[in-house]
């Protein structure tokens, strides 16, 4: 079952076949995860507005990587992204919503529809399977998640609340781990598209082994985004 702010999803038919999107680049929504975002556009806040007065669900979605525009000369859509519900709002007082979004399920895009509305709305196909958030989190190599994520921190000179780390659900780490870390839209897109747990953790352990390999030859270290 998957849970979002006050409402529970258990099956296909409480969830949208239609929603509206929003196309973020380097922004990763997982399921369970929680996200913030600074709307100001006034197509995204006519986008929440509708949302608000519906069943709250937008999908967050990146752009396509090859940088690929459709007719309209908006981008090209990623296939995949995530649903998203809106669990909190706050009106600034200076036009913009400060929200949150819940993560639900990630879907397939099926296809683009024009739904008459400044914003992009599409039909999309919700892998059902995330509706078990603890699927394969037994399978989950933590050891290696926790070594790679702290070698990432020395080398980085950062510091992390280790004992919230450490106690976390190895569900909760390995989403909160992939939504913050630093990488860039490919690799947030791997770890979006990596089928369960178990290969979300590896693929995020073998993005920050790269990593820190090129910064080792680099002689240097970056900083988080």
Not at 75 to 100: F, K, Q
Not at 101 to 111: K, M, P, S, Y
Not at 183 to 201: F, I, N, S, V, W
Request: net charge negative; charged share 25%.
């Amino acid at each position: 079952m998957g849970q979002a702010g006050n409402r529970s999803y258990t099956s296909e038919r409480e969830l949208p076949e239609t929603v509206p999107v929003f196309p973020l680049e380097g922004a990763l929504l997982l399921p369970g995860g929680q996200m913030p975002l600074n709307i100001f556009e006034p197509r995204y806040i006519e986008m929440i507005d509708a949302a608000l007065a519906g069943e709250r669900v937008i999908g967050m979605i990146q752009p396509r990587l090859d940088g690929a525009q459709n007719a309209s000369g908006d981008p090209e859509l990623c296939a995949v992204g995530c649903l998203g519900r809106v669990t909190s709002v706050t009106e600034t007082g200076d036009g913009r919503y400060l929200i949150t979004l819940h993560g639900i399920v990630r879907f397939r895009v099926v296809e683009e529809v024009d739904a008459g509305a400044p914003y992009r709305v599409c039909r999309v196909k919700a892998f059902l399977a995330d509706l078990d958030l603890g699927a394969g989190a037994d399978d989950v190599d933590r050891e290696g998640l926790l070594r790679a994520f702290r070698q990432y921190l020395e080398a980085n000179q950062l510091e992390a609340d280790w004992d919230s780390v450490v106690k976390a659900s190895n569900e909760t780490l390995v989403n909160a781990l992939c939504m913050m870390s630093p990488y860039g839209a490919a690799e947030k897109q791997a770890l979006l598209e990596a089928p369960d747990l178990k290969t979300r953790a590896e693929t995020l352990i073998a993005i920050t082994e790269i990593s820190l390999a090129r910064e080792g030859e680099d002689g240097g270290a970056r900083t988080l985004q």
